[in-house]
């Protein structure tokens, strides 16, 4: 069975400053990866995925994440994080030969203080 | 991209009621799902809605407690049934066509009482 792992409850990082968020995953076959945000009171917004070809995939709002089938991680990363990027994030991953059902990782909470 | 909204936003029900939430996406989509969703955790998968047919529950999950339709592709609604409050929760509709990305609703705040 599928699953994700996000060994952070919470990242903290300063505004300027390189942020991590990560995420490995155990799937059979080859993965989709995906990673969404969500801020208060709202749904999930889909940031960024990854379905072949590049590792490296860029997404919304500055947002790129490095796929690595040897470590089996998926890491969130972005330049220089924002006030504006603090929220929750969530890393999913569905399985190739499944039927286009995620599954969720257990979310990292990003503070980013000024 | 897909829009879904989900109606209502948020609701205090009594316990022993039903509530039924809707979610309309904008355009023609091949799979819509149903999560639910404890505030600042994780989603957990309560059924895929199948259109024109019955849903697939997850572990856990029954049609009694959660009946689910989708009479198109646009269009589905997840039932509450006689809720409790360990039924407060939010719930999340999702859609997705082929290999892309889900999209998700806002979201239903259900708070039983």
């Known amino acids: 069975a599928q699953s994700v792992a996000q060994p952070e409850d919470q990242v903290n990082v300063a505004e300027g400053n390189p942020l991590t968020v990560k995420c490995t995953y155990s799937?059979?076959?080859?993965?989709?990866l995906f990673w969404y945000v969500q801020y208060p009171n709202r749904g999930l917004q889909f940031l960024l995925k990854?379905?072949?070809?590049?590792?490296l995939v860029k997404g919304s709002y500055g947002f790129e994440a490095e796929f690595n089938k040897s470590q089996t991680s998926f890491h969130l990363k972005k330049p220089s994080a924002l006030v504006s990027d603090s929220a929750l994030y969530f890393c999913?991953?569905?399985?190739?030969?499944?039927?286009?059902?995620?599954?969720f990782g257990t979310g990292t909470r990003l503070l980013v203080s000024p | 991209s897909a829009v879904i909204s989900q109606k209502p936003s948020r609701d205090i029900c009594q316990r022993g009621t039903s509530l039924t939430i809707q979610c309309q996406v904008d355009?023609?989509?091949?799979?819509m799902f149903w999560y639910r969703q404890q505030p600042g955790q994780s989603l957990t998968l309560i059924a895929t809605a199948n259109q024109g047919s019955e849903a697939t529950y997850e572990s856990g999950f029954v049609i009694d407690k959660f009946p689910i339709s989708r009479p198109n592709l646009t269009f589905s609604t997840l039932t509450v049934s006689n809720m409790s409050p360990e039924d407060s929760s939010i719930y999340l509709c999702?859609?997705?066509?082929?290999?892309?990305?889900?999209?998700f609703g806002q979201g239903t705040r259900l708070t039983v009482v």
């Open positions: 999702s859609a997705s066509r082929g290999d892309t990305e889900a999209f």
């Open positions: 999913a991953v569905r399985d190739r030969a499944g039927f286009q059902k995620l599954v």
């Open positions: 355009s023609q989509v091949t799979m």
């Open positions: 799937v059979s076959g080859n993965p989709y």
């Open positions: 990854y379905i072949t070809g590049d590792n």
